[in-house]
């Protein structure tokens, strides 16, 4: 079954997240589509995390402690 998620390229949204340019928002939409055929299922704060890390804000150690406690959920 195929899943979608509400992309908003007029306001710079996923899922009601709000990006910063539309470039990063397209570079995460693609992301996401791409392990979404592997399964992934997101949801607001796992792409709020996977915008972090796109941009920086976060590293890559504090996105696999994230995903160890599940706070993508």
């Known amino acids: 079954m195929f899943?979608?998620?509400e992309i908003d390229?007029?306001?710079l949204t996923i899922m009601g997240v709000?990006?910063?340019d539309l470039r990063t928002l397209?570079?995460?939409?693609?992301?996401?589509?791409?392990?979404?055929?592997e399964g992934f299922q997101?949801?607001?704060k796992g792409i709020e995390i996977i915008?972090?890390?796109?941009?920086?804000?976060i590293s890559l150690s504090e996105v696999?402690?994230?995903?160890?406690?599940?706070?993508y959920v």
């Open 3 to 5: 899943n979608t998620i």
């Open 9 to 11: 390229r007029t306001n």
């Open 18 to 20: 709000k990006f910063s």
């Open 26 to 37: 397209d570079s995460t939409a693609n992301a996401i589509g791409s392990n979404m055929f």
């Open 42 to 44: 997101p949801t607001a």
């Open 51 to 57: 915008r972090d890390y796109v941009t920086g804000k």
């Open 64 to 71: 696999v402690a994230f995903a160890k406690q599940k706070a």
